[in-house]
Nanobody, 122 residues
Framework: QVQLVESGGGLVQPGGSLRLSCAAS????????MGWYRQAPGKQRELVAT???????NYADSVKGRFTISRDNAKNTVYLQMNSLKPEDTAVYYC????????????????WGQGTQVTVSS
């Protein structure tokens, strides 16, 4: 019912930048929170950043001041600008959205993207 398509991952040197995008499509009535999570090998998935429909944001301490989350509500798209990347940022990055569906707008459902690999290495 809702598809999330991520793009923008890749290999970058320490100190470099990447911009991730995640576009939601399908039977969408409205989207409340959009966010990014990441999972490094052997570790649990962790929150990176979230952004509410009104624009308020929340960041993990480890990325504050380096990453910026933003969204384009008209395009149902969330972005993650990652600057000053470190090797410890290496992970698969997943976007997620909390969505109300056209046929059932009373309830909210969470959807996940397929993940995009970010590797920070020299």
């Amino acid at each position: 019912q809702v598809q999330l398509v991520e793009s923008g991952g890749g290999l970058v040197q320490p100190g470099g930048s990447l911009r991730l995008s995640c576009a939601a499509s399908g039977s969408i009535f409205s989207i409340t929170v959009m966010g990014w999570y990441r999972q490094a090998p052997g570790k649990q998935r962790e929150l990176v950043a979230t952004i509410a429909s009104g624009g308020s944001t929340n960041y993990a301490d480890s990325v504050k001041g380096r990453f910026t989350i933003s969204r384009d509500n008209a395009k149902n798209t969330v972005y993650l600008q990652m600057n000053s990347l470190k090797p410890e940022d290496t992970a698969v990055y997943y976007c997620n959205t909390d969505v109300k569906l056209l046929h059932d707008p009373k309830y909210q459902y969470r959807y996940w993207g397929q993940g995009t690999q970010v590797t920070v290495s020299s």
